[in-house]
């Protein structure tokens, strides 16, 4: 059960990855922020998901479920984005699970995330 689950996730990040070449990681993470899966291009130097800690990614998950309170109000979130630095971070709701995507910035964040909402909804099915 947790290894079909486990290559399920991984071929869901490869799909992700495959979108655009701009994307550089994609990590899944539980209700709690605690990292389940992650992947990344080969040989591509980012602003590395290994160097954040549980904080960062309780962080992801606490603005995703603080929208989840206005969902009667305003509809479900489909995805959040933040421009840093160097990169633009994704964060997608997935059932109870969470799923943070980094990109290069070039690209239209919009475009993007709405090529990887589509990825998303079609996994969920």
Known sequence: MVITRTVKLDQFCK?????DRNIRSVAVLDE???LLHSATHRGVVQPSLEKWND???MEC????SMGAKFDDLYG???YHHSDKDDFIMFSFPY???IIIITSTKKISPITLATKIA????DFKA
């Open 76 to 78: 479900p979130i489909r």
């Open 55 to 57: 904080i960062h990614y």
């Open 15 to 19: 799909s992700i990855l495959d979108i």
């Open 95 to 97: 059932r109870k699970k």
């Open 118 to 121: 589509y990825k998303v909804s």
């Open 61 to 64: 998950t606490f603005d995703i």
């Open 32 to 34: 709690k922020g605690n």
